[in-house]
């Protein structure tokens, strides 16, 4: 079972609102990603992170930000929610490994979003 | 560019019958492959890898994928099939040298009828 968690599990909040989705693992992993994945769809990546300070944007555009300040904590924050941010919002880790090998992806239940 | 095709949206077979999730995909140079699960309501999870060595990789949960250089494949295979495999499945890659990305496919959503 994987030791890492996203709160809140679900998340309803009206346009223009501030939120911060939360993310903390307990696996001293130096490597965080959030994904986004609409119903059905492939995920993608919005942002990834690897280690303390070190934050990197992903393949897909977000209006999101995120910061890295503990090993164990990634949140994501929206600074003014739009329907357009309705989505699932996935968090995962893994360790860093200069070869890659063994290098597997944990990931949270994650956290969906609703934005009226 | 890296890219992860999963031909079929979804896949329907019946509980006992051998089941196979196809996957392609497209790297500049070697492949990581792997297959995740999303059951409902739950994160994914990972089921197995492919790095190097033998081409049939066995995973968690009774099943495995064979990795295809010559057709670019690695389809995930199960000799016989539980309702309970009921989930979406979704293949990814990582070229070798790209230590920070990994490409996920848009998911296949395997049913298992009783």
């Known amino acids: 079972e994987a030791d890492i968690y996203q709160t809140p599990r679900y998340l309803v909040i009206g346009t223009g609102k501030k939120i911060t989705l939360e993310c903390s693992q307990t696996?001293?992993?130096?490597?965080m990603y959030w994904y986004q994945q609409d119903p059905g769809m492939e995920l993608h990546l919005i942002h990834y992170?690897?280690?303390?300070?070190?934050?990197e944007k992903g393949d897909l555009s977000s209006e999101s930000t995120v910061s890295r300040i503990r090993t164990e904590h990634f949140p994501l924050t929206l600074e003014s929610a739009r329907p357009s941010h309705t989505s699932q919002y996935l968090c995962?880790?893994?360790?860093?490994?200069?070869?890659?090998?063994?290098?597997?992806?944990?990931f949270g239940s994650g956290t969906q979003l609703s934005v009226l | 560019a890296q890219s992860v095709a999963q031909p079929e949206d979804q896949v329907n077979v019946a509980e006992g019958n051998p089941l196979t999730v196809k996957c392609t995909y497209s790297v500049s140079g070697n492949p990581y492959l792997f297959w995740y699960v999303q059951y409902p309501n739950r994160g994914l999870q990972f089921l197995l890898k492919y790095i190097t060595g033998d081409n049939l990789v066995k995973g968690s949960y009774g099943f495995e994928a064979e990795f295809n250089k010559s057709q670019t494949s690695f389809h995930l295979k199960k000799p016989s099939a539980l309702v309970s495999d009921s989930a979406l499945y979704f293949c990814?890659?990582?070229?070798?040298?790209?230590?920070?990305?990994?490409?996920f496919g848009p998911g296949t959503s395997l049913s298992v009828i009783p």
């Open positions: 990814a890659v990582r070229e070798k040298t790209s230590y920070d990305k990994v490409i």
């Open positions: 696996m001293g992993h130096d490597k």
């Open positions: 992170s690897y280690g303390v300070n070190s934050t």
């Open positions: 995962a880790s893994s360790e860093f490994r200069s070869t890659g090998a063994n290098e597997k992806l944990f």
